[in-house]
């Protein structure tokens, strides 16, 4: 059975930082796709970050610059480093994670970041 759980959200002022972790479990972690989507308010979820499992990283244009994520397949983590947070950012965070060749996206229940202005 294959669990994301996410870490590390909560109410942070605007120009602050967050980390959030996702610790993954029941899946091939070194073979998978894994990231970070979110859900605002009354919008759909949205990609916010993902990194293969080769390493390549990609980012949605509102967080270039301040957000950055990274993986450890030894401990089977991916993080989300938020820099310079933005009351735009304030959402419910997603981890994700695909293994190669599988059509199935993994989903956590999500952590909440909320940024105050």
């Known amino acids: 059975q294959v669990q994301l759980v996410e870490s590390g959200g909560g109410l942070v002022q605007a120009g602050g930082s967050l980390r959030l972790s996702c610790a993954a479990s029941?899946?091939?972690?070194?073979?998978?796709?894994v990231g970070w989507y979110r859900q605002a308010p009354g919008k759909q979820r949205e990609l916010v970050a993902t990194v293969t499992s080769g390493g390549s990283t990609d980012y949605t244009d509102s967080v270039k610059g301040r957000f950055t994520i990274s993986r450890d397949n030894a401990k089977n983590t991916v993080s989300l480093q938020m820099n310079s947070l933005k009351p735009e950012d304030t959402a419910v965070y997603y981890c994700?994670?695909?293994?190669?060749?599988?059509?199935?996206?993994?989903w956590g229940k999500g952590t909440l970041v909320t940024v105050s202005s």
């Open positions: 029941g899946i091939i972690f070194s073979m998978s796709a």
């Open positions: 994700s994670a695909q293994a190669i060749g599988i059509p199935i996206r993994y």
